[in-house]
């Protein structure tokens, strides 16, 4: 189950990419063993956010 810092992340994002930039979100899962929440928009679905529990975006390099 997410945090509510990642709930209000995932919100954030998800609005900037469907209204702002009219992008299509086609998963959004989280990982047990991290608690990371991903989520993986773009028409090539070349966009990726990791979202950690603390509601921060993570750097990581793909």
Not at 16 to 43: E, K, S, V
């Amino acid at each position: 189950m997410p945090t509510s810092a990642q709930l209000v992340s995932l919100y954030r994002i998800s609005y900037q990419l469907t209204f702002t930039m009219l992008q299509p979100i086609y998963l959004i899962c989280i990982d047990a063993r991290t608690q990371n929440l991903y989520i993986l928009a773009g028409y090539q679905e070349e966009l990726e956010f990791i979202i950690l529990p603390d509601g921060e975006l993570s750097d990581e390099p793909n």
